[in-house]
T-cell receptor, first 112, second 112 residues
């Protein structure tokens, strides 16, 4: 069974569209994260949720909004997509804050 | 501002020999360090970690060394195996802060 699963794996869309990426973890972890890996291969944190509360939000445009319906899910909604949003987005979870992260397999977003 | 640096984009090692991957950090508040391994089209997988109160942690073929005065850590893999070919990310966290700061990764290639 996949511990952290995210869908879709690939997402190709046009500028200006709105899209969502879903993430689910079955590890019973308390904290979930979204990371972005850009063209320079850096993995940068975007958001984390702990018990349904946003606990960090790095300098991410407000076009990006995380939604957590429950502890096992953290979805990422992106409005008005821009070319620069093209990247691989990874969902992750951890038992507690700062314990090792378990990552999903990523969603490659391409904005044309 | 790269707080975690992996200065070698790639490293080629013969099968059976020792692989040494290096990582430097600048933030003196970091107190927990991790190594992740990533195969293409998959998410990073946690490999090994070390707390700042230790200078060495060993797990099978993998050993992480921490030199706090030099703000340097390294991952030793011995003996190297073909399945070790992957991108290795160094990551760090600070007490009280959320999320991990990642390096850019080193692509390890194990040659037969």
């Amino acid at each position: 069974d996949t511990a952290v699963s995210q869908t879709p794996k690939y997402l190709v869309t046009q500028m200006g569209n709105d899209k969502s990426i879903k993430c689910e973890q079955n590890l019973g972890h308390d904290t979930m994260y979204w990371y972005k890996q850009d063209s320079k291969k850096f993995l940068k944190i975007m958001f984390s949720y702990n018990n349904k509360e946003l606990i960090i939000n790095e300098t991410v445009p407000n076009r990006f909004s995380p939604k957590s319906p429950d502890k096992a899910h953290l979805n990422l909604h992106i409005n008005s997509l821009e070319l620069g949003d093209s990247a691989v987005y990874f969902c992750a979870s951890s038992l507690v804050v700062n314990s090792p992260l378990h990552f999903g397999n990523g969603t490659r977003l391409t904005v044309t | 501002d790269q707080q975690v640096k992996q200065n070698s984009p790639s490293l080629s090692v013969q099968e059976g020999r020792i692989s040494i991957l290096n990582c430097d950090y600048t933030n003196s508040m970091f107190d927990y360090f991790l190594w992740y391994k990533k195969y293409p089209a998959e998410g990073p997988t946690f490999l090994i970690s070390i707390s700042s109160i230790k200078d060495k942690n060993e797990d099978g073929r993998f050993t992480v060394f921490l030199n706090k005065s030099a703000k340097h850590l390294s991952l030793h893999i011995v003996p190297s195996q073909p399945g070790d070919s992957a991108v290795y990310f160094c990551a760090a966290s600070a007490r009280g802060a959320d999320g991990l700061t990642f390096g850019k990764g080193t692509h390890l290639i194990i040659q037969p």
